[in-house]
């Protein structure tokens, strides 16, 4: 089982700040900035590549509007990444999109 997966189920942990029916968002254990969060679908699918569900999909964004909201960060700016593939830098093998704010380095 990958280390998503495992922390979906529980048997690892990590801290969470907002879930929903498709995603959960937790704090990334090496952030790139000062506030960095994981949304992580909560089925196991590889990539971006990989995803079919339109619902999923199209959950997605939402789900970062939401999370950017919950932890106050509109008003700093935040930036959303989706690393798909080896060569993009995706090391984690299951679906998630980064969410980072404050002290972000250039992308
Ligand atoms: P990727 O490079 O696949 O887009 O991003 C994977 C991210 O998962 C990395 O930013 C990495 O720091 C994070 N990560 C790796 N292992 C763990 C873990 O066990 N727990 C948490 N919370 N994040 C992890
Ligand atoms: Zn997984």
């Not at 979906?8 to 700040?17: E, H, K, M, Y």
């Not at 090496?30 to 506030?35: D, F, S």
């Amino acid at each position: 089982m990958c280390i998503f997966c495992r922390i979906i189920d529980g048997s690892l942990g990590a801290t969470i700040r907002w879930q929903n029916e498709m995603w959960i968002a937790i704090d990334d254990i090496h952030p790139k900035a000062k506030t960095h969060v994981l949304l992580v679908s909560k089925t196991h699918i590889e990539s971006l590549e990989q995803a079919m569900d339109q619902a999923l999909l199209e959950s997605g964004l939402s789900t970062v509007q939401m999370v950017a909201r919950t932890l106050g960060l509109v008003e700093a700016g935040y930036k959303t990444v989706i690393n798909t593939g080896r060569g993009a830098g995706q090391i984690v093998d299951h679906l998630h999109i980064h969410l980072l704010s404050g002290n972000i380095g250039n992308v």
